[in-house]
């Protein structure tokens, strides 16, 4: 069984699209959402995965979700069927924090032995091996200080050594404030990630806050040789579920 976010009370979150962000945005992919997370950051925009009623952590919306409405558990197979219904050739697995349930993502991924795959880490754990051979790309988020996470579960620094060595993994830093962009290029430093692996990309989930953040990562972009990511299903969706 998989734990999937849903779209609206039992409607699993499994889409097409185009990704949105990191090194692969513009492409046409189908996502699959999954539920639950090991992290707490505060302006985390997929609350609905984790932020349940009962949750005392902070969160910046003040609000808890009723997990009865935002998670759905299906059978692996139903999940490879329904994915397999949007005909694309990639599948983004994000969430949430995916690795959580890598057990049945392993099975999940082994019925669809043809698709490429690309899933979204915050870098605290590793895909055990049945798993991981069928990775193609790995878009690690390590939190930074501004997530509010404590760092001693947000950024470990074994798992960021391990990714900073693996070519499959893109490296995206969420900032918030030129500060961040310090933090993360410590980080860099720290554990020899390739600076051209690196993207750093505005928190914010509307346009403007997106735009006026972006204006100021340029610069610190070129300083530093990192790219830049902007968040294209906020500009064209805004911050809803599915898109
Ligand atoms: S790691 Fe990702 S899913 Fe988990 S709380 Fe942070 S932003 Fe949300």
């Not at 999940?79 to 392993?106: D, M, N, S």
């Not at 509307?206 to 100021?216: C, G, I």
């Not at 500009?235 to 599915?242: A, E, K, N, P, S």
Request: aromatic share 6%; with cysteine.
């Amino acid at each position: 069984m998989l734990t999937l976010a849903t779209q609206s009370p039992g409607e699993p979150e499994i889409f097409a699209s185009v990704q949105g962000e990191g090194p692969s945005a513009g492409m046409p992919v189908a996502f699959l959402r999954l539920s639950r997370c090991n992290l707490a950051c505060v302006w985390c925009d997929t609350a609905y995965t984790w932020h349940f009623t009962g949750d005392e952590r902070p969160h910046r919306s003040g609000e808890t979700h009723d997990r009865r409405a935002n998670q759905v558990a299906l059978p692996v197979a139903e999940v490879a069927g329904l994915i397999a219904e949007h005909g694309q050739k990639r599948l983004v697995v994000t969430g949430g924090e995916p690795l959580l349930q890598a057990g049945a993502l392993a099975e999940l991924l082994e019925l669809l032995p043809d698709i490429t795959v690309e899933i979204e880490t915050n870098g605290t754990t590793r895909a055990p091996p049945r798993l991981d051979i069928r990775i193609d790309q790995y878009n690690v988020s390590p939190k930074l200080s501004h997530s509010g996470n404590p760092p001693e579960l947000a950024l470990i620094s074994e798992r960021l050594h391990a990714y900073a060595g693996d070519p499959r993994a893109w490296f995206k830093f969420v900032v918030a404030g030129p500060e961040d962009v310090a933090e993360a290029a410590a980080l860099v430093r720290a554990h020899a990630i390739p600076p051209a692996r690196v993207f750093l990309m505005p928190e914010g989930t509307d346009s403007a806050t997106l735009r006026s953040r972006e204006r100021w990562l340029v610069p610190l972009c070129l300083e530093h040789g990192f790219r830049m990511s902007d968040r294209l299903h906020i500009h064209l969706f805004g911050d809803t579920r599915g898109t």
